[in-house]
């Protein structure tokens, strides 16, 4: 992954932000909701096919992605 | 990659809704980005995420004071500073404003007056402001519901409402940072 001054700064504060919520006794619940960064293949044309879907519903890829999520999972 | 900082000492001046809202404008245009939340707060709609292939990074900060904040200026390549339009807010303002200084012609610096309405008081705010800060580069964003609802429902201004005054606004502002950035639609 990229490694810039902003991505150290980012995983240091989720890393600080996680123990203060285990400090006080939120571990279970920091760490649901940490965000998760999602890596995933997809062929040319479903990627070309999901932009344009999302286009056409008028939102973003992620919203649609979600969406789907919702709907089958 | 460019950077684009979004910062104020002050919290709730509307940092992490130009923060979204840029980020909505980078996904309908297809251009590949990352987001960095460095206010753990939260209240982003988007997740933090990092992307290699990335042409721009949205970097949220705290509504604090951060030691570090020098330093991330100087990474900036455009910094975007909100403020709401009260005497509460001038002296962080002001501060923002002393440490942008040795930016000024040298990267954009953009002071977003938020929450504009028809009260005396932030037509008071800008004509000070306009009288105080002439050179500096102002936009402003209107008092709109909008804001909120698309907030609720997750997505932005422009989806929920585009005829709005808020998304008019909020266009300029994301006009101005692709323009400044020279950032592409469909980058890929």
Known sequence: ?73 | MKNVLICNQKGGVGKTLIADELAFGFERDQIPFSLYDLDQQGGLIHEAKENDDAAVAIIDTPGALQSDLKKWMDAADIIIIPTMMSNRDVPPLELMIELTQEYQGKKPVLFVLNRWNHYNITKDFIEWFDEKYPELQTAVLSDCTAFNQAGARGISIKELSPRSLGAKQMAEIYGFVKTALKLKEGWR
């Open chain 1, 1 to 73: 992954m990229a490694d810039t001054m902003f991505s150290r700064e980012s995983a240091k504060r989720q890393k600080e932000e996680l123990k203060k919520h285990a400090d006080v006794g939120h571990a279970e619940a920091a760490q649901t909701e940490k965000k998760i960064n999602v890596n995933f293949s997809l062929s040319p044309a479903s990627k070309e096919k999901m932009h344009a879907k999302a286009k056409e519903m008028g939102i973003s890829a992620s919203s649609l992605l979600q969406l789907w999520i919702n709907e089958h999972c």
